[in-house]
């Protein structure tokens, strides 16, 4: 395939219905793919469901995949967000935090209980950002994607992204503040 494409290979052997690379391309992409989704949704079970619908996708366009504009991770990726997207449009309610109404008898319960709090108002105030603050911020710092990727996947320039990133920051930090209030 491509020399460009770290992927390129194992796509096209997936396309040829080579098992061993389709076992291989989850292993590679699965984690990555449903880390994405469960911080855009902050929902397993739609996470699961997006990250599913990727890979239908994956084994349906490998065949035909020639490299080209973007590497396919930065596809699967646009696919990702496309239908995290979606779903997020979808929403017509907001979810509401978890209440913890039962003690956990096990020893560091409350170390326990305050990492989750601090997992679960990272993960509001980040449901709370503006949608291309959201997809900046978990891209850059979640996805661990360089600069010029996550741009090129949002469709804006690196100026662009890096104002979304400043504005992003600055808002989670005020809702996290705001939260220990």
């Avoid at 984690?31 to 469960?38: K, Q």
């Avoid at 929403?91 to 935090?97: K, M, S, T």
């Avoid at 990272?122 to 911020?137: C, D, H, K, M, N």
């Amino acid at each position: 395939m491509s020399l460009d494409d770290p992927d390129g290979e194992l796509v096209r052997r997936v396309g040829e219905g080579d098992a061993h690379a389709i076992e291989t391309l989850v292993a590679r992409k699965l984690p990555r793919m449903t880390a994405l989704a469960m911080r855009l949704l902050n929902d397993r079970g739609e996470a699961e469901d997006v990250v599913q619908e990727v890979f239908v996708r994956v084994w349906r366009s490998a065949g035909a995949w020639r490299p080209g504009a973007a590497k396919f991770d930065t596809w699967m990726h646009r696919v990702a967000l496309n239908l995290c997207t979606d779903r997020l449009r979808k929403r017509r309610e907001i979810p509401l935090p978890p209440h913890w109404d039962t003690a956990d008898p096990s020893p560091n319960a409350d170390a326990a209980l305050d990492a989750q709090a601090q997992s679960d108002a990272l993960g509001q105030a980040l449901a709370a950002l503006a949608p291309r603050q959201r997809e900046a911020i978990v891209l850059t710092y979640y996805q661990e994607l360089p600069n010029r990727d996550a741009a090129a996947l949002m469709g804006i320039g690196i100026d662009a992204l890096e104002s979304l990133l400043a504005r992003g920051r600055r808002a989670l930090k005020a809702r996290l503040e705001q939260a220990d209030d």
